[in-house]
């Protein structure tokens, strides 16, 4: 389907306001570095995906996972529950 220079379409007029947005930093300067990325972001997930397991068989089976977990705070103290903090 040829295009109509008169009536482009939506994608094609909005097209300049797209490239406005994209920022380079934002992208990885190689493939290889690019494929670094997804690499420690996947490791990361795998590490989140392992932590909610955790708890979730912490939460149903009342019983304490194999993880080491903090002793109960004193009357008064609020904990954070993100580890490192």
Do not use: N
């Not at 009536?7 to 930093?25: E, G, Y």
Request: overall charge neutral; charged content about 25%; some cysteine.
């Amino acid at each position: 389907m040829a295009l109509d220079p008169d009536h482009p379409p939506i994608w094609l007029r909005k097209l300049h306001v797209t490239a406005q947005q994209l920022v380079p930093s934002e992208y990885a300067a190689s493939p290889e570095e690019g494929m670094l990325r997804v690499c420690r972001l996947s490791d990361a997930q795998l590490e989140l995906m392992k932590a909610f397991a955790r708890a979730r068989e912490r939460h149903s089976t009342g019983r304490p996972s194999s993880q080491p977990s903090l002793p109960p705070a004193p009357p008064g103290e609020v904990r954070s529950h993100v580890p490192g903090e």
